[in-house]
């Protein structure tokens, strides 16, 4: 298996205060990898640091993508919601990086977000205004957004948040097909404990003072899990 992303003896933090300490972790090319651990334990800061939005107070991060980057679902704020653009827009938008000082979107750019747009199962909303669009149709528009940006890895922070059940249940599904028939790997911060230990291969679970990464398996054996689980060894697997 080949390693697209390679935490070496990482510290995690902010100007020189460490948050997660001595950080080892891999993410192999077609991994499922869910990250969970209490607020504020530092998840949303260990996905910033590898995406280069926050630098790591000391070790390194080996990034080994071939052609296109990481595709990102952030967190969507209040704002996002109501942002005035066409859900193609939004879409294309995944382009930015790539498109430079390029005043246009080219024609191949324009084809394959629409492509990603039926991939998601939503080609007809592509000329319906983003903020027009229910919780789940944004999420898919973000998700096609983000396929823009890559066909290795998309990270996701906490996806499903403000979603009805039915919803969070349909994207955890793409999600599953987009890992299981394209080979794209995840790596999704979530606090739905349950859906990770049954679609995640492996579990990094970050706790303020040490973390735990290895399979599903090892992980309901371990006390991390029981410390998540209540207390409970067998409850949710
Ligand atoms: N820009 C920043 N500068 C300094 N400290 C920060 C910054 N962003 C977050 N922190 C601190 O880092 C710690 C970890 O925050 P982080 O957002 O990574 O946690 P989290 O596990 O994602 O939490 P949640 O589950 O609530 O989203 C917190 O104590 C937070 O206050």
């Given at each position: 298996m080949t390693s697209i992303i390679t935490c070496s003896h990482v510290d995690l933090g902010y100007d020189g205060h460490v948050i997660v300490k001595d950080l080892n972790m891999k993410i192999e090319?077609?991994?499922?990898?869910?990250?969970?651990?209490?607020?504020?334990?530092?998840?949303?800061?260990f996905i910033k640091t590898l995406l280069g939005l926050v630098r790591p107070v000391s070790g390194k991060i080996q990034r080994s993508l071939s052609g296109k980057g990481i595709g990102y679902l952030p967190q969507q704020t209040e704002m996002q919601k109501n942002f005035p653009a066409t859900a193609l827009e939004v879409v294309l938008s995944g382009?930015?990086?790539?498109?430079?000082?390029?005043?246009?979107?080219?024609?191949?750019?324009?084809?394959?977000?629409m492509e990603q747009l039926e991939k998601l199962g939503i080609p007809e909303l592509f000329k319906t205004c983003y903020r027009e669009l229910s919780g789940g149709q944004q999420q898919r528009v973000l998700l096609a957004r983000a396929l823009c940006a890559t066909d290795q890895l998309?990270?996701?922070?906490?996806?499903?948040?403000?979603l009805d059940p039915g919803a969070a249940k349909e994207l955890y599904l793409?999600?599953?097909?987009?890992?299981?028939?394209?080979?794209?790997?995840?790596?999704?911060?979530?606090?739905?404990?349950?859906?990770?230990?049954?679609?995640?291969?492996?579990?990094?679970?970050?706790?303020?003072?040490?973390?735990?990464?290895?399979s599903v398996s090892e992980y309901c054996r371990s006390e991390h899990f029981r410390e998540m689980n209540g207390g409970a060894v067998h409850g949710i697997v």
């Amino acid at each position: 298996m080949t390693s697209i992303i390679t935490c070496s003896h990482v510290d995690l933090g902010y100007d020189g205060h460490v948050i997660v300490k001595d950080l080892n972790m891999k993410i192999e090319q077609g991994a499922y990898v869910s990250v969970i651990g209490q607020n504020g334990s530092g998840k949303s800061t260990f996905i910033k640091t590898l995406l280069g939005l926050v630098r790591p107070v000391s070790g390194k991060i080996q990034r080994s993508l071939s052609g296109k980057g990481i595709g990102y679902l952030p967190q969507q704020t209040e704002m996002q919601k109501n942002f005035p653009a066409t859900a193609l827009e939004v879409v294309l938008s995944g382009f930015l990086s790539r498109k430079q000082r390029r005043p246009f979107y080219t024609k191949k750019e324009k084809s394959t977000a629409m492509e990603q747009l039926e991939k998601l199962g939503i080609p007809e909303l592509f000329k319906t205004c983003y903020r027009e669009l229910s919780g789940g149709q944004q999420q898919r528009v973000l998700l096609a957004r983000a396929l823009c940006a890559t066909d290795q890895l998309l990270v996701l922070d906490e996806p499903v948040t403000g979603l009805d059940p039915g919803a969070a249940k349909e994207l955890y599904l793409l999600l599953k097909e987009l890992n299981k028939n394209e080979g794209i790997a995840i790596l999704m911060v979530s606090h739905d404990l349950s859906n990770a230990l049954k679609d995640a291969d492996e579990i990094l679970h970050i706790r303020h003072e040490d973390y735990f990464f290895g399979s599903v398996s090892e992980y309901c054996r371990s006390e991390h899990f029981r410390e998540m689980n209540g207390g409970a060894v067998h409850g949710i697997v």
